[in-house]
């Protein structure tokens, strides 16, 4: 008992450190640090507060190297003082909380040191995020090829109730009922404030209500010791009768008054002159407020014992009351989100804690027992253990996988390789996986489930072989399968691929995910996109149809801006390949790109991005285009790869030159035929990666402004070869902006063809025609630029 007492004594005075240090960091960000710009630097002070007991009975107490959490977004000032205290963060980086290279304001994988497993910020992403991690880990070791000798970690998310207004986090528990979800705890900052004031009553209820549904264990931390404790005194459960009917503007008002409102309030209403105000009377102002504010998510032992009761791997939610601003002058009121303590208040605080002015940073200031804490920190089991970053070696591509020259699309093309990667006993089979929002068989996953089956812990049959019912797909449920299907919802896709595509590092088991949409649905899930990327997460993204070649379908499901979100988005190498040899090149590069650490492929190196690695995104199409029968050379890869290459190439007697991008090739060589046939020279450049070109340009031109002249982009390169009287029109399936920078390279008079507005329903030669990207526009367009024709 006197060494539980002990670690509990330690934990509570790790827990008002982490408080200081958040609360300093903010303070001297905003305060102290010249402030060069005068533009606000910002910080979550009460938000900090609030979780400061929780975070720390977690990461002090409970968590084990191998659980993987994922902290609030306001909490980072508090992450970041905590590892700070477990030697996992540097003082200069607290100092510059914020600035330039300092601790960042939201933790990130990627551009924090300290030891962040899941990067939040846009909120709700790292809620929905662990739950996936979870899914993940169990896909893992199911697997015969995967070292089951590291225990299981639990994923655990720390939630801000305001976070709970975010839509994905509730497509996330459905998929996580249908996979059955294991291993993953959310916590619950129930403080009932949010940046724009306080929630809503009843909330409670609805949140209870919500995860019963979806079958989570449900953890209530309303009350803490003290105040169990009064409970149980004579007029107790007067008192706890009123704290469970008061307003949460009530609550949070009289918090922020302090401990003579309490008073008044209390013997206002409850008390009786006998024994409830005994009760009152017998405490202090203080004291009163203090057991006022004695909530259950404060309580550091009501905290530990209901975090080391939850022994089950069920998922299990932790609602956990608290004050927003805890134990600061801001504690309770309405506008503390974005508020922060003047210096009367932070000297207030200061005094509270013990910090004697000079000694601001250091982590064991102000504590009564500075050698015993020093001492239960070396053996935090949470810090046990080396890094907690793991890896996992490169797996070895195949080479292309050429599926013939007949007609074809892109998007069959796609599923045929994949299916040829399926027939062969190769790690690189073994270690993919892909995933799909209820799009498995028209985005052509179908052979590679068929072949490889979809994944469950335990195994399901395929009811319709079973009975004997002819179909093409056969449904088996296996813990050998590699396909996890997914409902529709596209956040849950990129949430999966984000979790998949970080394997290696939570869990030590390389992955390869591929996921397949529609490419007009990307920006469904854009925001969860572009934080899969943010965490550095690693994966193939395949989406088809594209443009507005599904004719049929109308513009709702007709894609216009996807090429430019494929060069804009950071972490992500953006192709659209018209041919299949040239789909089987790419698809080969890049799982390897997946898998680059900084030491691959430096011949290729135009632009960072290519040593480092990343994700790719394919855009596909439907459309079957004629194929040509050509020779796979290492000029015509490096040219593939590199973003463009000579399907024509030009004459120094060169009039115009053709760039397309895509399954335009078919109307960009009738064009150039037709226009050639009047014995005018016309070259075609086959563009298969308008990101990569354009990355290699900018490449280019910063490394001229610092100093090497020599520095030439591959696309330089390309266009040097035509004459600069020579006009160019650029085509695209998408929006002209996508291809339309390319007459800036070396200023060739351009006209750019391309689609700017929802398309309708009809024929593909319809549409094109409509929107001016067929061969009768481009011969126009080349009419245009060649005087005197």
């Not at 924090?112 to 497993?117: I, L, M, R, Y």
């Not at 854009?526 to 934080?531: F, G, H, K, T, W």
């Not at 402004?705 to 160019?728: K, M, Q, T, V, W």
């Amino acid at each position: 008992m006197a060494e539980d007492r002990a670690r509990i004594g330690h934990i509570e005075a790790l827990t008002r450190k982490a408080l200081w240090l958040s609360n300093w960091m903010i303070h001297h960000a905003n305060h102290i640090r010249p402030n060069v710009d005068g533009v606000k630097v910002g910080g979550h002070q009460a938000s900090s507060a609030s979780m400061a007991a929780m975070m720390s009975a977690l990461y002090f107490g409970v968590l084990r190297p191998e659980d993987r959490v994922a902290v609030k977004p306001h909490a980072a000032p508090v992450f970041h003082a905590i590892q700070y205290l477990l030697g996992k963060q540097t003082r200069e980086k607290l100092i510059d909380f914020r600035a330039f290279g300092g601790a960042q304001s939201y933790p990130s994988r990627t551009k924090d040191t300290d030891d962040v497993d899941i990067s939040t910020g846009s909120v709700g992403l790292g809620v929905a995020f662990t739950a996936f991690a979870s899914l993940i880990q169990d896909y893992v070791r199911a697997k015969p090829w995967a070292d089951r000798s590291r225990p299981e970690g639990r994923m655990v998310a720390l939630v801000g109730d305001a976070e709970l207004d975010e839509g994905n986090v509730y497509e996330c528990l459905l998929e996580g009922w249908k996979h059955g979800l294991r291993n993953t705890w959310w916590v619950i900052d129930y403080n009932r404030q949010s940046l724009d004031g306080v929630v809503r009553e009843g909330l409670y209820d609805r949140i209870e209500a919500i995860f019963r549904a979806f079958d989570w264990n449900i953890v209530t931390l309303k009350y803490g010791a003290l105040q169990r404790a009064a409970f149980a005194e004579p007029g107790g459960d007067r008192l706890k009768l009123w704290i469970d009917a008061a307003p949460n503007a009530v609550y949070s008002a009289l918090m922020f008054r302090g401990g003579a409102a309490w008073r008044e309030r209390l013997t206002d209403e409850i008390g009786d002159q006998g024994p409830v105000s005994a009760l009152i009377a017998r405490r202090s102002d203080e004291e009163l407020a203090t057991l006022m504010a004695n909530l259950g998510g404060h309580c550091v032992p009501s905290l530990i014992e209901q975090f080391e009761a939850a022994g089950s791997d069920k998922p299990t939610v932790f609602i956990a009351y608290t004050v927003k601003g805890w134990a600061t002058p801001l504690a309770g009121h309405k506008d503390n989100h974005a508020g922060q303590m003047t210096g009367a208040q932070i000297e207030q605080l200061r005094a509270a804690m013990k910090v004697r002015e000079g000694h601001e940073w250091e982590p064991f200031e102000g504590m009564n027992d500075a050698e015993g804490v020093r001492k239960f920190l070396e053996q935090v089991p949470f810090n046990a253990g080396g890094s907690r970053r793991l890896t996992s070696p490169q797996v070895e591509t195949l080479g292309p996988q050429f599926v013939g020259t007949g007609p074809t699309s892109t998007q069959a093309a796609f599923g045929r390789i994949l299916d040829a990667i399926a027939k062969t006993d190769s790690d690189l089979a073994r270690r993919i996986v892909t995933t799909s929002p209820d799009v498995t068989v028209s985005t052509n996953l179908g052979p590679w489930v068929n072949r490889r089956n979809l994944f469950a812990r335990s195994e399901m049959a395929d009811v319709f072989q079973k009975e004997a019912i002819p179909s093409t797909q056969k449904w088996r449920f296996t813990p050998e399968g590699q396909h996890l299907e997914l409902g529709i919802a596209e956040m849950n896709l990129f949430l999966m691929l984000g979790a998949a595509g970080l394997s290696h590092s939570l869990f030590g088991e390389r992955l390869l995910p591929i996921g397949t949409l529609y490419d007009p649905f990307i920006s469904r899930g854009l925001d969860a996109l572009n934080y899969a990327c943010y965490q550095d997460a690693r994966f193939l993204l395949v989406a088809t149809p594209s443009g507005v070649s599904l004719a049929g379908e109308g513009g709702a499901h007709q894609s216009i801006a996807s090429p430019l979100i494929g060069m804009a988005q950071d972490g992500l190498a953006s192709f659209e390949p018209a041919f299949a040899d040239e789909l089987s090149i790419i698809m080969d590069w890049a799982f390897d790109y997946m898998q680059r650490q900084g030491d691959a492929r430096p011949d290729l190196a135009d632009w960072p991005r290519d040593v480092t690695g990343g994700s790719v995104y394919l855009r596909l199409s439907t459309r079957t285009i004629e194929q040509p029968s050509r020779p796979v050379d290492k000029p015509l890869t490096d040219g593939i790869i590199r973003g463009a290459y000579w399907l024509k190439p030009p004459t120094p007697q060169c009039e115009v030159v053709i760039a397309y991008q895509g399954v335009l090739a078919q109307e960009a060589i009738e064009a150039a035929a037709r226009i050639g046939g009047d014995r005018r020279n016309v070259a075609v450049l086959a563009v298969t990666s308008a990101d990569r070109l354009n990355a290699g340009w900018h490449g280019a031109q910063r490394a001229r402004l610092h100093g090497d002249g020599d520095a030439r982009s591959h696309i330089e390169n390309l266009l040097a070869d035509a004459p600069r009287h020579a006009g160019l029109i650029t085509a695209i399936d998408g929006h002209p902006a996508t291809l339309g920078w390319l007459g800036s390279v070396l200023g060739h008079r351009t006209i750019t063809l391309g689609v700017e507005h929802f398309g309708q329903t009809g024929t593909v030669y319809d549409l094109y025609r409509h929107f001016g990207i067929d061969a009768d526009a481009m011969v126009a367009a080349a009419r245009s630029l060649m005087p005197g024709w």
